[in-house]
């Protein structure tokens, strides 16, 4: 007989947020998401709305900053999306739990 768990990741459905802002510094390029009511686990979706700007080194790891938090973005296996990985605008889907520091790109950022 299999016990009964209850999951309550993406009760609500899956949030939708839009970067409101980008800020490129020596070491990394940070999108600013604000300060949302997202689940600690669970997935949600990322409008990025802002360019990284002409110019900043392909190489800087993605950070994104969300209720005052800041993680590195990480492919499977825990290597970070870089600049050159997020060119242009568009939607990503995000992989969150918090509680074990992950923030995994699940969607491809190119065709």
Aim: net charge neutral; glycine share 12%; hydrophobic share 40%.
């Amino acid at each position: 007989m299999f016990g009964c768990v209850n999951i309550t990741s993406n009760s609500g459905g899956i949030p939708y947020l839009r970067t409101s802002g980008v800020s490129v510094t020596a070491e990394t390029v940070d999108f600013a998401l604000g300060f949302r009511r997202v689940p600690p686990v669970g997935y949600f979706t990322v409008n990025v709305a802002d360019l990284i700007p002409t110019g900043t080194t392909g190489t800087l790891p993605v950070r994104l900053t969300l209720n005052g938090q800041t993680r590195n973005l990480t492919f499977f296996g825990g290597t970070n999306v870089t600049a050159a990985d997020l060119t242009g605008t568009g939607v990503i889907t995000v992989f969150m739990d918090w509680y074990n520091g992950l923030l995994q790109l699940i969607s491809p950022t190119s065709a």
